[in-house]
């Protein structure tokens, strides 16, 4: 907690240091704050996520459709041939500098979030709703491309049946669990978007620190 002279909270809007904003969970930050970094964030996120994607893919484009092939059907997968392309030292190489990136990214996104609930008067550990987004899309991606791999695999069974999977498992031509998995994803992001982005902090000194 940052103090002054005489061990009073300080407005951390006179004394939040850089380090502090992007890396400390203490404190409180405004919608103003919020939004200074936050888009530039996120920028760097898509940033990163397709330069990774495109170094890890290289000259192979169906990497990560063998990657979800594989797990979805590891009976019909050739795993030894797989192996051979991803256990190589600069795929390796490449995807450990990838994760740390990322993971500095999260604690960077966390503690802006975090510091911005607190100008809500609400705990941090609230936060961690937001790992639910990539968890419901990710169960989204999963079904929509389960769905696609079903089909391929039920080219041959007749027309009714084919009839009878697309009404009871489709929704036009998207699943229908990957539409309700990516619809929670957006609900959650959306909700915590408006909260932080757009809902004003307490107007007083709260048990997070002084108004910033």
Known sequence: MLTGEKGNVQNPSSTLSWKNLLFSFHGRISRKQFWMTAPILWIISLVGLVLGALFLVGNDPLFFNDIMAGVLMPD??????FSERFWNPVRLGLAVVITCYFIIITWIAYAIIVKRR???NKGGWGALWLLFVPIFNGIGDWSQQ???LSYAAYETVDAFQVSFLSYTASFGPYSLYALMGWSMAWIIAVWFLADLGLCKGTSASNRFGEIP
Request: charge should be neutral.
């Open 118 to 120: 607190h100008d809500r």
């Open 76 to 81: 019909s997968f050739d795993n030894a041939a």
């Open 146 to 148: 389960t769905r696609h």
